[in-house]
């Protein structure tokens, strides 16, 4: 596996783990290789990747958070009321 692969790969892990915060590294990596029908000591690089890509495609994109968008309702009602 050349480099650009490798950090390819570490960047779909990485994608993996934010879907899945619940689970530990050594799961996540267990999983990605069962979905590439692999046993953890016999996946190699190039499986967990496509693996990986191919089970990030078939997820729903992330809907971004509207972090404070609530808070900002809040104090405006709050600030009507007054």
């Known amino acids: 596996m050349n480099k650009q692969r490798r950090v390819d ?9 934010q879907r899945y915060p619940d689970w530990r590294f050594g799961q996540l990596v267990s999983n990605v290789a069962g979905w590439a029908d692999q046993g953890i000591w016999d996946v190699a690089d190039e499986q967990l990747f496509q693996a990986a890509r191919s089970h990030l495609k078939q997820l729903a994109p992330i809907q971004p958070r509207s972090v404070g968008k609530s808070s900002k309702s809040k104090v405006k009602s709050q600030r009507s009321a007054s």
């Open 9 to 17: 790969l570490l960047a779909a892990i990485a994608d993996l783990s």
